[in-house]
Each structure stands twice: as C-alpha cells, then as structure tokens.
C-alpha cells in the first residue's frame, strides 16, 4: 500500500489526498456578471471595467486530488495548489499486462503518475495524478475542509510523487546567462574562465 491514514487535527502537507473538492474556472469570453440588476449579463474579459460588479464562476468537483504546495507554504501561504486526480479507465484484463501499462505510464507520461486503488480509503478504481491540471483553493477554507482528507500518500511514494512532479517542472532548456545584456555577459564569462582556472583535476 502507498497510503498512509492521517488524523484529522494533522496540518495539510504536501502529498495529501482530498476528495469532491472544486476546480474553479471561467471563459474569459463569456463570463456572467452582476451589476445592478438581478438578471445576469454576458461580457468579455476585455469589457470588464474597475468595480463592474461580481462575476460569476464555474466549478467542478474533482472526484480526487493531491496537494501540490510545499508542507511549509501549507502552514503560511494564502493559498494551497492542488493537482487533479483522474480515473484511469483503461481496459486490462491481465496482471502481465497491468504491470506492462502501469511501468508505461509512469516511465513515458511526464505529466500523469500511477496510483492503485486501495479499498481502506475508498479509492476503488486505477487512479493517475495529472500535474497538467492545477487548481488552487485558499488555505483558511482547506484547513476548514480536512474533513474531505481521505489519506496521504507514504513516505515512499513521496519520493516518487516529488521526482516526478520536479521532472514535469523542469523540462526545458536552461541556460544562466541567458538575460544577460553585452557587459554582464563579458563579466560571467570572465567568471566562467576563472572558475575554470581554479579547477582541480584527478591525474
């Protein structure tokens, strides 16, 4: 099992599971304000002027979703970011093959990350984390939710859930010198030759 109950009381932590909590959005090209009178209207995000009105949002609810944020933002930051987990209703019928899908997407998903069901915590069907799809929820109103905190997920699996969610974050390019203008560049490489100088090398 790569669960692990938590109590209540416990803050929220990084690698936390809650259930039915909402994914809050909007279409920017049809959004549905209130202004003075009772009956909504429809503008664009473009027509919105300072103190318009108040502007209604869609929602859905995630059947699961894990916590993102640091443990140490969960205590501080005004908001906690959550990623969306989603049923994975892919057809198997062996364990050969389910072995075979599961090393799959766990090896050639950046985004996505296996999770098992586990009847203790109610999670009755294959799962995958999908860090394409981030919500956030204000941490006073989480704290005020733990009740929907089914489960945390174990200290092994963290290492695995924290790999991978620093492998999808990083996969780009980088160079440090990149914004560099003309002098700052003369200066970094002047520190890159001296760097190099100083090196040390085995014989």
């Known amino acids: 099992m790569i669960y692990q109950s938590v109590s209540l009381e416990y803050d929220i932590r990084q690698g936390d599971i809650f259930i039915d909590l909402p994914m809050i959005y909007a279409n920017l090209e049809e959004l549905n ?3 003075t009178d009772t009956t909504p209207r429809q503008i664009s ?3 919105i002027v300072e103190n318009e009105g108040t502007i209604l949002a869609n929602f859905e609810k995630m059947d699961f979703s894990i916590v993102l944020s640091q443990s140490c933002d969960c205590l501080r930051s005004p908001f906690i970011s959550l990623v969306v987990i989603t049923e994975w209703d892919k ?4 364990h050969k093959n389910w072995v075979k899908e599961i090393i799959k997407l766990n ?3 950046p985004y996505r990350m296996y999770l098992p069901a586990e009847e203790e915590f109610n999670i009755t069907k294959r799962l995958y984390i999908d860090f394409s799809l ?3 929820v204000k941490r006073v109103n989480l704290e005020n939710l733990r009740k929907l905190r089914i489960c945390r997920l ?8 924290r790999e991978k ?3 999808y974050f990083h996969r780009y390019a980088y160079t440090e010198y990149y914004p560099f203008n003309q002098k700052e560049m003369d200066e970094y490489e002047k520190l890159r030759k ?3 100088e100083r090196r040390t090398y085995q014989t």
């Open 33 to 35: 304000i209130f202004d």
């Open 154 to 161: 174990n200290n092994e699996a963290m290492e695995h859930y």
């Open 165 to 167: 969610l620093a492998y």
């Open 91 to 94: 057809k198997v019928k062996t």
């Open 134 to 136: 981030i919500f956030y």
């Open 194 to 196: 001296k760097k190099y």
């Open 45 to 47: 995000i473009d027509q």
């Open 107 to 109: 090896n050639e998903s």
